[in-house]
């Protein structure tokens, strides 16, 4: 596994702090940082604000060249909605162009749907394998948010990277048994999400009302992890990190100190397996509007 930094936070305000997105000197810093210490992987959107933007201004200005890295990024959500089929291919290259624009590239090293319905019907698919062809970007994949999106994508021959959501409170796909399907071993998997916004790495007292139900399993992480004197952000990182099938580990930071501390507990593997292995039983039945955001009441 290897990690991907992911750049929303340099794009927008995100997570559930709403936390301020550094500054373009403070982003490209966190950038150069990041590929000068192993994170070859970037991954950004057309729909995360101004990160386009940002990772283009650091690839302009550095010395790594852009055959040694990773850019990946993603269709605008929703865009083939109410277009007549006609108008798909010119829709997806302009939204395509606009992205490689801002970037300062000429290529992608993948593309992916962020409207992950999108996945059920393959004719945006055949759409985005075309731009393959035209050697506009090297891989074709789809973000997923449930299960079912996450198998069919893996049913695709032509799909060649999905990301996912991941994390110890989210383990529906560890539950469906997606890792163990042989279709995932031939795709390149990314997770995202594991911190789940900050949620797993908050006090009690800083949880929203809304989401009131998440303050005891707070409270039980904390416990292990004091019992166990290991960091939450440490214990996050090394759950993911357990899933062989898993490629890529997405994540993003606000800072630079941020990603520092990242990299160093990834490198490290001082948990215990049988530990890990039983935080996955004590959280593997958490209801979907918790660890999905995206349900999440405001």
Known sequence: MELCLGTVQFGMDYG?????????????????????????????????????????????????????????SKLKPN???????????????????????????D??????????????????????????????????????YEPEEAKKAAELPMIDAIQIPFSIFDQRLLKENFFKRKEVS???????????????????EEVPEHLSKAKPIIQKIKEICCKENINRVELAIQFVKQQTQIDYLVFGVDNL?????????????????SLLSEIAKDFDALDADLVMPSLWAK
């Not at 865009?79 to 590239?105: H, K």
């Not at 393959?132 to 997923?144: F, Q, R």
């Open 107 to 144: 290529y992608l090293d993948g593309y992916l749907l962020h409207s992950s319905r999108y996945i059920f019907d393959e004719r945006i698919v055949e759409q985005l394998e075309r731009l393959k062809e035209k050697k506009l970007v090297h891989k074709i994949g789809v973000s997923i």
């Open 186 to 204: 031939e795709k390149e998997i990314f997770s995202r999400s594991a911190f789940l916004q900050g949620l797993i790495l908050m006090d009690e």
């Open 79 to 105: 865009i083939l909605d109410d277009e007549p089929f006609v108008n798909w291919e010119a829709l997806i290259i302009q939204n395509l162009e606009e992205s490689l624009e801002r970037l300062g590239t």
């Open 257 to 273: 100190d941020q990603l520092k501390q990242n990299i160093c507990f990834f490198n490290r593997d001082t948990i215990d397996q």
């Open 16 to 72: 559930i702090r709403n936390q301020k997105k550094p500054t373009l000197d403070e982003s490209i810093e966190i950038l150069e940082y990041a590929v000068r210490n192993g994170i070859d992987t970037i991954d950004t959107a057309y729909n995360y604000g101004d990160a386009e933007k940002v990772v283009g201004a650091f690839l302009k200005q550095t010395k790594v060249k852009r055959e040694n890295l990773q850019i990946f």
